[in-house]
């Protein structure tokens, strides 16, 4: 069975930090890209970064760029995001997803439809 499972959000003033995991099973880790989307209330999910573990190739959206950093811990199957100088237009339910990739493509183009597996998600609220 295929599980992701987000943990590490919580309620931060603007300008702090949080950092979040995502411990996946069921699937090898490192043949897929995981990425972390996140989904305001009323607006379109949309994806914050990802990683292609088959590569260790990242994307950024520009507006998190300078302020999180994606990692992988492969043998531990865990996905990481550091999320720094936090806003509070960073508030949202941000989700764990995996996608194999059988050919090289920009990881910016792969479009949150296209992800197999999700995890249930985290709520992230910064305060300003």
């Known amino acids: 069975e295929v599980q992701l499972v987000e943990s590490g959000g919580g309620l931060v003033q603007a300008g702090g930090s949080l950092r979040l995991s995502c411990v996946a099973s069921g699937f090898t880790f490192d043949d897929y890209v995981i990425g972390w989307f996140r989904q305001a209330p009323g607006k379109e999910r949309e994806g914050v970064s990802c990683?292609?573990?088959?590569?260790?190739?990242?994307y950024y959206l520009d507006s998190v760029k300078g302020r999180f950093t994606i990692s992988s811990d492969v043998p531990k199957n865990t996905l990481y995001l550091q999320m720094n100088s936090l806003n509070p237009d960073d508030t949202a339910v941000y989700y764990c997803?995996?996608?194999?990739?059988?050919?090289?493509?920009?990881?910016?183009?792969?479009?949150?439809?296209?992800?197999?597996?999700w995890g249930q998600g985290t709520q992230v609220t910064v305060s300003s």
């Open positions: 997803a995996a996608v194999r990739l059988y050919f090289p493509r920009p990881l910016g183009d792969v479009g949150p439809y296209e992800y197999d597996y």
């Open positions: 990683i292609n573990n088959s590569d260790g190739s990242t």
